[in-house]
């Protein structure tokens, strides 16, 4: 098994014994040589994605809000929810006489809000961010947009269906090949999940025989408060349930 790609240095190939993937399962499959049965390929193109849009906006106010994010429910605004990114952590501010909100919009790719330039959508994050009176638009000194394709895999009637068929094709034909994270594995985990997709991969290449399908499998959210907190003061979480490893003899 190999990878080929095409760089600086022309088309090149990669042999290995272990490959591990977190590209979308849909892309994964298209690009796979040769191409799977049809009714693989036809699982592949039924996954669907919603887009992500982030504005992210300077603002020349020491404090805004004392959230960390916000999630908007006004009809007159397309912002869907605001990430105030001085509250995660001082350090992702240059400047603490200033603040960074991330003005965020769920799009698909190539709609109007995806399409527009920079420019407008600066404008427009401007615009709502004094309409939900967050803070003037004189106050704002700059602002930079940023897009991510298929940030969020979409759960719609037959997703697991299509998923089930991708990967029973992938573990039986291609076994050497785990997925991992989000978009590998079309499942809407959080990033402490979609890390320990990864981590357990690292092991099985390293021999162990984790089933990294059963990583966030609980029907439950797994991030329930306890009583403990950090030194910071704010609550601790439970991590994410550890995955037992497969049984010796078992597949």
Known sequence: MAVATE??????RFHGSHFISSMPMRDLVRVLN???PE????AAESLRYRDFLLVGLIIN???VCPDNWIYVHDPEVRVGRIQNFKNWSPAMVPDLEQTSLGMEYFVFENDDLWSSPDSELIDLARREV???RLARADEISDGVVIRMPKAYPIYDRDWEQHVATIRSYIEI????????GRNGMHRYNNQDHS???AIYAARNVMGARYDLWKVNSEAEYQEEQTESH???GRPAYAEPARVTPIPEGES
């Open 7 to 12: 760089g600086p240095n022309g088309a090149e």
């Open 195 to 197: 890390m320990m997709t």
């Open 130 to 132: 004094e309409h939900l």
């Open 34 to 36: 040769p191409l799977p």
């Open 39 to 42: 009714k693989v390929l036809e």
């Open 61 to 63: 106010r020491k404090d």
């Open 173 to 180: 034909n291609l076994p050497n090949l785990q997925l991992v």
């Open 230 to 232: 950090h030194a910071s």
